[in-house]
């Protein structure tokens, strides 16, 4: 039962990004090799915010909301847009095109991760004797951070790729990006500042990855028109 639990978990968390790249043209594009560089751009990404976060956060003895770190947290994690700027920009990709490109990219980047922050949590728990609900919302968890991932490269396309975009979704495009940049920081507030359990956080997470989702594709499908 406890083997069954870790696959159902396991499929949960990382079958969606299979799924999503077999199901879509980036299979037929055959962008695995800018999947897979993008997400070691994440490693590299995730290398450099833990050294920031070990160098300027001090180690809280209690589990209250502080603003000033979680400010810092926030600031921290605007690395994540510059390795996002990296993998869209300077990596060498295939001849394809901006919209099978972050698509790529932010599917890498969201299987990456999944694999650093959640498979080691999965292995050793979900194997345990006493069924938990806490890694089939991990794996939930993980399906949200899958489609914000994609939102944020498709606004980080917008931005940095695409030069003759309307002007007057310019502000729209940095807002939207800026608001997916700090969703841990959102969700750390609405965990520790606020009291919400754990599946009403998901929850949210849910939802908002969904908004953002259709906000980025109206603002992608828009920028794409002609100009008249």
Known sequence: MTVFHFFNCAILTFGPHAVYYSATPLSEYDTLGTSVKAALVYLGTALVKLVCLATFLKVSENDNFDPYQELLKALIGFIDVA???????QLTHRNISQ??????????????????????????????LEFTWDYLLQGLEANANLVLSISLAALGSLMWLRKNKPKTLIPIIYACAGIVATMPSITSYLR??????FPKVVGFELFTSLVMAFISWQLFSACQRPSA
């Open 99 to 128: 919209n099978h490109k972050f698509q790529a990219v932010g599917l890498g980047w969201a299987f990456a991760d999944s694999v650093l922050h959640r498979l080691a949590p999965l292995w050793v728990g979900a194997r345990g």
């Open 192 to 197: 520790r500042g606020l009291g919400w359990q």
């Open 83 to 89: 390795g996002l700027y990296f993998a869209l920009t």
